[in-house]
C-alpha cells in the first residue's frame, strides 16, 4: 500500500522515533525523522509533511517552539500536527492546543493500531468542510466555514482545526447540549480512540483564545456543553 502521505516523525529517544518510522513504513507512510527541534522545523520545510509526530520534550528546540514556528511560516502552517508528551499533563496538552496542535499522544505508546487509527482520523480531518450553510453567527461570533475563519465582534480569532471544528458544531445548535462523545466525533473525527476529558482540553484552550466571550461556551454539568442561547 501506498499512500504518498508525508509523516515526519520528530523525536530524540532513539528506540521510540525508530519503533514509529517502522510502524508508519509499514502502514504505507513516507517518512522522514529528526532528532532534535531545530532539524525539526529544517526538515519540515524541506520536504512539506502532511503530518508532523512531535515530542514536546526536545534539545535545542523544544517542540512548543517547533510547533510555532510550523505554525507561523506559510510552508509549513497547514501541517497536522500530533504532540508526543511522556507526562500527560493537561497543562502541556492544554499548551500544544494553544500554539496549534491538532492532536497528542502520552507516551509510551501503548498500541500503535490505535496511534495509526489517530493518525488515520487526523488526516481525514484535512478535507475541505462541504456544507450549503457556509457561515453563522450568534452572539457576535462567526464561523464561515468557506473562508476557514472565526471571528468575535469582528476580531479573527486563530484556531486549529480540532478548535474551529468543536466551535462550528456548537454554535450551529445554540443551547443544545452536547455530550462530550458527540464533541470528540464532531472535533476529531469519529473514528478517534479518545479520553472524553480531551475534549475538556479543547474547550479549554478555545474558551481561553476567545477572552472576553469565553462563557458563550457553557459546561452542562454531567453532560458536556452548549453554546450560549
Known sequence: ??????VLVVEDYSPLAESLEYQLKRAGYEVYRASDGREGVDQ???????????????P???????CKQLRADSKTREALILMLTAMGEESDQVVGFAVGADDYVVKPV?????LLQRIK????????ILDDH?????QNVTVDRRRFVVTVEESPLKLTKSEFRLL???I??????????????AALGEDTVVLDRTIDVHVRALRKKMGTAADLIETVRGVGYRFKE
Open 121 to 128: 482520523a487526523l488526516l481525514r480531518r484535512r478535507e475541505p
Open 110 to 114: 501503548e498500541s500503535y493500531k490505535v
Open 44 to 58: 519540515a520545510k524541506l520536504y512539506l509533511p502532511d503530518l508532523v509526530i512531535l515530542d514536546i520534550d526536545l
Open 1 to 6: 500500500m501506498s499512500t504518498n502521505t508525508k
Open 172 to 185: 450551529r445548535q445554540p443551547g443544545r447540549a452536547f455530550g462530550r462523545s458527540e464533541l470528540v466525533d
Open 134 to 138: 457556509e457561515s453563522v453567527s450568534h
Open 168 to 170: 462550528d458544531a456548537l
Open 60 to 66: 535545542i528546540l523544544g517542540g512548543i517552539e517547533v
